[in-house]
């Protein structure tokens, strides 16, 4: 008898342990918007550089970086912004609950971010005044959406 307590009192441990590891693994379409999100920093930080002069122009380089962001703001992210993956929902995240709310917005602004990328695409392999000029609607652009519907970093 005292074994099979034992076992159950092992049984139930393993099953609340479980669950709570469960609810500790990231949401997948948070995870994704993530990466999704380093993508864009990534490139975003090799044009930034080049247009503050940290780095030298590079027009092949500069050509490749806005490429890739104007094809990340092509990808279908619809999956990746389900309900209940808020900040308020999930602590992994810093997506505000407002995003869901003003939905008509958002799209709006992804929809800015893409022109803002299209034209950096344009500029970027030109020179680097036409990255320069560029810079400044797509940062503005990035800066729309999180200023509104991203919570700051602890």
């Known amino acids: 008898m005292r074994l099979a307590s034992i076992l ?3 049984g ?3 099953t609340v342990a479980g669950t709570a590891l469960a609810q500790d693994k990231p949401n997948p379409a948070i995870s994704a918007r993530k990466n999704i999100m380093q993508l864009y920093a990534f490139n975003l930080g090799q044009l930034g550089a080049m247009a503050k002069e940290a780095v030298a122009y590079d027009a092949e380089a500069a050509s490749s970086a806005a490429g890739n962001l104007a094809l990340l703001t092509q990808l279908d992210h619809s999956a ?3 309900q209940g993956t ?3 929902a999930d602590p992994n995240t810093r997506a505000l609950p ?3 709310a003003n939905f008509d917005d958002v ?3 992804a929809t800015a971010l893409s022109e803002a990328a299209t034209a950096m695409e344009a500029a970027a ?3 680097l005044a036409s ?3 560029a810079m400044g609607g797509l940062g503005a652009a990035c800066g729309a959406c999180h200023k509104a519907y991203r919570a700051a970093e602890n």
């Open 8 to 10: 159950v009192c092992c």
């Open 12 to 14: 139930l441990a393993a």
């Open 80 to 82: 990746l912004w389900p």
């Open 86 to 88: 808020d900040n308020a």
């Open 98 to 100: 407002e995003l869901w």
């Open 107 to 109: 799209v709006a602004k």
């Open 125 to 127: 392999g030109t020179d």
């Open 131 to 133: 990255l320069q000029a």
